[in-house]
């Protein structure tokens, strides 16, 4: 088993790539990439469904061409959303 000085030190050289990965991450989210933390969501009721572009942004659509319709699903709480058009509730299966 390592020293607790190893491991400090470790963990004094890891926390600061961590908060940079989360850094990253808000700012991702905040230009609309997906970040892959969940699955797609398609609503039961309306159709409305979620797809990932080529440079990785989440758009909704309707129908097969995907044509971002600018709605968002709404996360309501851990792994349930609300469908911005119709209102239904979706419940995740399994969130990553």
Known sequence: MPHDSAVVGL???IEPLLRSLVALRAQALALGVFAEDRELLECPKCGLG???????RLV?????????????????????????SCGTEILLNEPR
Request: aromatic content about 8%; glycine content about 12%.
């Open 50 to 56: 979620e797809d990932v572009l080529s440079d990785g």
């Open 60 to 84: 909704t659509y309707r129908s097969v061409a995907v044509m971002d319709t600018g709605l968002r699903f709404i996360e309501a709480s851990d792994g349930c959303f609300t469908c911005p």
């Open 11 to 13: 963990g004094n050289r």
